[in-house]
């Protein structure tokens, strides 16, 4: 299937540090979604991109869909201990049947010791 | 309000018995879907609907089966035939028209196999 590669796979943060994470894919795609998966839970939708170049935000959290279709990121700005958890992005591939998304491997974030 | 449930949150499952999970979503969505998450991956798409009476396999559906009979209701049965059924399951539906493709998701269900 279409593969969407996310980076980092892991990353600690500090309280108050900016933060940043991307996703690549060698696919156009439609759409870009951005979720937080907390541990036991399902995953909860953050922000969505529609257009190429679109620059959105959702409180400290900001994702741009890349010019070439291709690439996505997601900042958070000044984080606190409560973005810990799991970043996935997600998209339905260009010329996919239906709704049938693809999901990244997500990118796991964690507090500094 | 509205909103996609699975049931059970924790299911235990003996070797070669067959399990089925509940997802409901009272959201009027056409589409559905069920995917499944091992410990500190990706999540994997194991079968999806478009409509009822409808569903096609993803990318690990070997072991697995499902039906849709109807548009709130979409069950998802692990079957003796799933080696390594252990794992947090997810069901995600997706409402149709225009651009919106924004998955929303249960609570999961964490089956063990004992």
């Known amino acids: 299937g279409q593969q969407l590669n996310q980076s980092p796979q892991s990353m600690f943060i500090q309280e108050g540090e900016d933060v940043s994470m991307n996703c690549t894919s060698s696919s156009i795609f439609n759409t870009w979604l951005w979720y937080k998966q907390e541990p036991g839970e399902g995953p909860v939708l953050l922000i969505a991109?529609?257009?190429?170049?679109e620059l959105t935000s959702n409180g400290r959290l900001t994702a741009q869909f890349g010019i070439t279709r291709k690439d996505s990121f997601l900042n958070i700005s000044a984080s606190i201990p409560s973005d810990v958890g799991i970043y996935f992005c997600a998209g339905p591939p260009w010329g996919a049947a239906g709704n049938k998304l693809t999901f990244g491997g997500g990118t796991r974030v964690l507090v500094k010791p | 309000d509205g909103g996609i449930t699975q049931s059970p949150k924790y299911l235990f499952r003996k070797e070669g018995q067959n399990v089925t999970l509940s997802c409901e979503q009272n959201?009027?969505?056409?589409?559905m879907y069920w995917y499944r998450q091992d410990p500190g991956q990706g999540l994997r798409l194991i079968y999806y609907s478009q409509i009822v009476n409808d569903f096609q396999k993803g990318d690990i559906a070997e072991g697995y089966s499902v039906s849709r009979e109807k548009k709130e209701s979409f069950p998802l049965t692990v079957t003796s035939a799933q080696k390594n059924p252990t794992a947090f399951y997810l069901c995600?539906?997706?409402?149709?028209?225009?651009?919106?493709?924004?998955?929303?998701f249960g609570q999961g269900t964490r089956l063990t196999v004992v």
């Open positions: 995600a539906s997706i409402g149709s028209g225009g651009p919106n493709t924004e998955a929303f």
């Open positions: 991109l529609y257009k190429a170049g």
């Open positions: 959201l009027n969505h056409d589409a």
